[in-house]
């Protein structure tokens, strides 16, 4: 990649879901221009070493499903149903039990939005981009409107003692389900079961 980058074919580079160790070893080669990993209000688990890191070095970082495969949108409910080459078929978080159980984040995001007269998936994106100065988020949107009530959630921001409300508030509540990365056997077995259909 350093090569490419030497001879102008390519700008930067970057890791997929990489680990601590991955980055710093391939940092020490040929200075990451960004990495990207799955991280929302559900799936926070690179608050503790990755996101610092990135930062510490100068790293961006590009969130993946940071609306939660639409859960924190609010227009998935526990009764929709996922078919074709839909990953959230194969991700237990997205089971009716647990999509039930995962309700009081929902309902933390719709209060915030009633506030802030915004939508849930708003609350989220906005949420995220002001805890994380060099971090850039890439929500799925498959209707025009979507894009738009994305952009618009750039907007929107928080006070010091909202922020932290809010982020305390969501630290408290329990997040029922596997991850994408977590599920990934099973993730394997769709694609592998799509290329044969």
Not at 159 to 174: Q, V
Request: with cysteine; aromatic share 8%; net charge neutral.
């Amino acid at each position: 990649m350093g090569k490419f980058i030497d001879e102008g074919k390519i700008m930067g580079w970057g890791q997929s879901q990489p680990q601590a160790h991955e980055i710093i070893n391939a940092h020490k080669i040929t200075p990451l221009t960004c990495i990207q990993s799955e991280y929302s209000m559900m799936a926070r688990q690179f608050e503790k070493e990755i996101i610092p890191l990135c930062n510490e070095l100068k790293i961006g970082f590009v969130a993946f499903s940071p609306l939660a495969g639409g859960f924190l949108s609010g227009k998935i409910t526990s009764k929709s149903t996922f078919e074709g080459f839909d990953a959230r078929r194969v991700i237990n978080r997205y089971e009716e039990k647990n999509m039930l159980a995962n309700e009081p984040l929902l309902d933390l995001l719709n209060s915030f939005a009633r506030k802030k007269a915004a939508t849930p998936a708003q609350i989220s994106l906005a949420s995220m981009l002001q805890k994380n100065q060099n971090m850039v988020a890439i929500p799925g949107a498959k209707k025009l409107n979507m894009i738009k009530e994305n952009f618009d959630g750039s907007e929107i921001s928080f006070t010091d003692e909202e922020f932290k409300l809010l982020d305390d508030e969501i630290s408290k509540i329990p997040i029922f389900g596997n991850r994408r990365d977590e599920d990934i056997a099973k993730l394997r077995d769709l694609i592998s079961m799509d290329s044969r259909s």
